[in-house]
């Protein structure tokens, strides 16, 4: 009598057809651990993790006349220089391919500290 209880109970809870309580909260933290790691983005390879943060600012910069058609500017980013932040000045490119466009560069945190996820072309 008191197993024809429990089914009548867990029937409401899981269907048969999932396979039982145990089998469908294992898929929900398995779902729910890939879900995560997806999200998560990955380092380059060759990072180099920095445990201080980044300038959590832009320094201002003037833009000058593009040299040409077909130039974008790249605007400035600090960089790890071992010690301390540096500046690095932004500057024109050419485009690799007509309607290019450029994502800029930035810092990411990670478990092991800051590192630099650089710019490209898309």
Same mark, same amino acid.
């Given at each position: 009598?008191?197993?024809?209880?429990?089914?009548?109970?867990?029937?409401?809870?899981?269907?048969?057809?999932?396979?039982?309580?145990?089998? %469908?909260?294992?898929?929900?933290?398995?779902?729910?651990?890939?879900?995560?790691?997806?999200?998560?983005?990955?380092?380059?390879?060759?990072?180099?993790?920095?445990?201080?943060?980044?300038?959590? =600012?832009?320094?201002?910069?003037?833009?000058?006349?593009?040299?040409?058609?077909?130039?974008? %500017?790249?605007?400035? =980013?600090?960089?790890?220089?071992?010690?301390?932040? @540096?500046?690095?000045?932004?500057?024109?490119?050419?485009?690799? =391919?007509?309607?290019?466009?450029?994502?800029?560069?930035?810092?990411?945190?990670? @478990?092991?500290?800051?590192?630099?996820?650089?710019?490209?072309? @898309?």
């Amino acid at each position: 009598m008191r197993a024809a209880v429990y089914v009548e109970e867990m029937r409401f809870l899981v269907p048969a057809y999932l396979g039982g309580p145990m089998r %469908f909260v294992r898929l929900a933290l398995v779902s729910g651990l890939l879900a995560l790691a997806a999200c998560a983005p990955l380092p380059p390879p060759g990072a180099v993790y920095v445990a201080v943060a980044p300038p959590g =600012y832009y320094r201002s910069e003037v833009i000058g006349v593009a040299p040409g058609p077909g130039y974008v %500017f790249v605007r400035g =980013y600090w960089e790890w220089g071992g010690a301390a932040y @540096r500046w690095v000045p932004g500057r024109w490119v050419a485009r690799p =391919y007509p309607r290019a466009r450029w994502a800029p560069g930035r810092w990411r945190h990670a @478990r092991g500290g800051w590192y630099w996820m650089p710019g490209r072309w @898309r």
